[in-house]
Every structure is written in C-alpha cells, then in structure tokens.
C-alpha cells in the first residue's frame, strides 16, 4: 500500500512538470470572426469524448483567439457581489493573462468583503479589485469599456450586470464552475460544473502557455497564492479536490508563497463573526440529519458570517448538511434581503438542485439561488416589507414570518411528512 502511495505521488509530480504546451496563434486573426450569441452548448459543456487535458488546451487556446481579437481594449470584470477566494484570484489571473495583449481590465464587485480571509488576501496581496458601491456606479462611464468578462459566475449574482447590460457592453467571456444558470451570451464561454474550482481552470490555463509564471516577479508570485487559496476554499483544504485540482495545485507550488498563504488563513474572526456563530448554535434546530438556523438581522458588511457559521455548524455530530439565513439590510440601496447559505458532507445532496427546488424562481424565471459541490446559497428580496426595523415589534413579527417561511420549505426536502414547525 505505501509503495503504491509513492507510486501515486511520483506520477502526480511527473504529470505536473508536464504542462499542455499552446502552440502560438499565428493565423490571421481576420479569419476567425466573433462568435457574438454563442451558447453554452457550444462553448460551454462539450461532449465528454475529450480527456480533461484535451479539453482544457482546446479551451486555452480559444481563449488566446479571442484575446487576440480584442487587443488593445478595455475591459470590465465582473466578480460576484461578495467574491471568495476562487473569483478574487481567477479575475486577476486573467486580468495578468490579458495585458499580454494591451487589454487593459477593471477588476469590480458590487457588494463587500467581509469575510476576515478575503480581507487578508486583498490586502496581503494587494489585490486589484475594487468595490463599486451603488453611489460610485451612478458615477461612472461605462462607454469606456468595450466588453465584460464575467469570473466564477454567469452574472446572475452581481447587482452590476443591470447597469452593464444597460450601457450595452457584450460580454466577451464567462469562465465559472458552477452550474449552468440560463442562456448565456458571450464570444468565449467555458463553463465545467464537474471542475471543484475556476482556480482550477485559470492554473490549467497558466499551464497550457497563457501566462508563464516567474518567480522573480512578486506580482506573479502573490497571484499564485491567491490562486492556490482560491483552490484550498473551494475543495475545503484539498479534501473535496479530484485529480485535476491536485495536478493545479502541485504546479502552483513552485511559484506561491506559503508563508502569505498561511498568514491569510490564520486571519482571525471578528467578535460580530463569533456573535453569529453563537447566534446559529443557539437557534438551530436539526431534522434528519439537516441543521437549520436563522440567525435574524444582520449589517450588510457582516452577511459572510452566515456561510462561517454554517461552515462550523456541519461539522456537528450527526450532522451532514448545514442550512443558516438571516435578514441582510443594504443601506446603499435601501433593501433587505433574506441571506443564506448551504454546506454538506453528504456526497448524494445537489447544492444547486436542493436550493432551486426549496426556493424556486422569481417572475423573470431567474432562480433564488444555486450552488456547487458541497456549497451553495440564496438571496430572496424582501420587498414591500423591507424596512421599518426602527420599530422593534415590527421587526420582530416580521422576522418571525420569514424565519417560519424559510423553515417550511426547507423542511418539506428534509422531512416531507412534516407540516408544522416545531419549537424547540
């Protein structure tokens, strides 16, 4: 068995110094026009037919291609509007990969960082991301960018993409990891729900020739440990990571710094993130092997305490999958949403099937929220009763409605013979 060990990890260390060489695009780019309204069946989920390693040079070097087809312009980047580790990394890899050809990229995001680790990876790394807050976007001119690139999401989950679609700006690339959201529009499109991490598709992408890695360059070497930190919290430490996230992370570990790596995760929680965490312990309730809590009202810059708070509540004996949710108050734009996040262990549970089938779709049939493996989360718009907190019995009933809505319909998946909610 040990021998067959080493064997394994002989063979992962041969394969990592073996990266998928792009040859260079010498055609006329003329004669490849864009591909303007490409579907995700197209460029998106491809037959299985091809290898991983197949796939990942064909998609590299259709990504060169449409680089090259749009030098010398200037780019927007969208990120979720509170971007983890994956995306963070993944959008400056491309913003890196893309000034190869004088492309010049706007990396934004429309809510906040408020997770302690996302904090410390940003400022560790100096990180060029930048918060658009509603006031600052009513500010800008969009008409100087000439296309939008969207990371580790499809647009569904930025407050920005209304403002961006408004100006008539096309989307030119989607690169993500989740599952599919709806049909999308753009030049490039490389969507693979089985891949744990984008990080992992932007380190194949390094390793098929896009950007070559030095380290004696420091902007490349921070780069490299945010993505190796995008890999570790998408797959929760390597746990959950298959072959092809081992394969990145092996080649990622001749150009990261580990003692930045390792100064971002000791980061410590802040005592409203711990008040949260209490709040889900104190509150949880757990029915077949599903813990739930509603943790009640929280400050927009707090909201990533609710996926902490189920990341620690798994982790309870007997328990496979972790549901937390609050009320979330957005002061810039004056509206209150009901925030929540899903964490398991349990290998059968679909995140994304699980949150679409408790939650559905609003009027414009775009769902409440979705996931990937072992994650997911949603965002449900309170509406005409948002507001009025100043009055605390109002805020009180009102959050006892939402609490037992939410509670309902998680229950009818977990336990479907179960009508009421029981106190406890």
Partial sequence: ?????????????????????????????????????????????????????????????????????????????????????????????????????????????????????????????????????????????????????????????????????????????????????????????????????????????LQAGLLELDNGISEHVKCATALMHGLRSDTNGLRQAQEEEFLAAAYLSRFYDPQMLNAILQATRSKRVMDVIERSLKNRIVKNNFSIAGVGYLLYDDRDAIPQAADFLVTEENVHTAVVYGIVHDEDKERELVVGSLRTSKLTLDPDEFIKEAFGQDNQGRFFGGGRSMAGGFEIPIGFLGGSNENSEYAKLKWEVFDSQIKQKLLKLVNPTHNLIETE
């Avoid at 010398?72 to 509170?82: G, L, S």
């Avoid at 890899?93 to 990396?107: E, N, S």
């Avoid at 408020?114 to 509603?134: G, Y």
């Avoid at 990891?177 to 891949?195: C, K, M, T, W, Y």
């Fill in 1 to 205: 068995m040990q021998s067959r060990s080493i064997e394994s990890l002989d063979r992962l260390a041969l394969l990592a110094d073996s990266p998928v060489e792009l040859k260079a695009n010498t055609a006329n780019t003329e004669s490849h026009p864009k591909r303007s309204g490409s579907s995700s069946q197209e460029w998106g989920n491809e037959p299985n037919r091809r290898s991983p390693s197949q796939l990942s040079s064909q998609k590299a070097q259709a990504l060169q291609q449409t680089l090259e087809r749009h030098r010398e312009e200037k780019q927007i980047v969208v990120v979720q509007d509170f971007p983890d580790p994956d995306a963070l990394s993944c959008a400056w890899t491309y913003q890196l990969i893309a000034q190869q050809y004088g492309i010049q990229c706007d990396i934004v995001y429309g809510g906040t960082l408020s997770h302690q680790e996302n904090i410390a990876l940003v400022k560790l790394t100096n990180l060029p991301a930048m918060r658009w807050a509603p006031q600052i976007l009513r500010n800008k001119d969009l008409s100087v960018y000439q296309g939008c690139v969207l990371i580790d999401n499809q647009g569904t989950t930025s407050q920005l993409m209304s403002q961006v679609q408004q100006a008539e700006i096309p989307t030119i690339v989607v690169v993500d990891h989740h599952q599919l959201q709806g049909n999308l529009q753009a030049e490039f499109i490389d969507i693979r729900p089985a891949v744990r991490a984008t990080s992992t598709i932007f380190t194949q992408y």
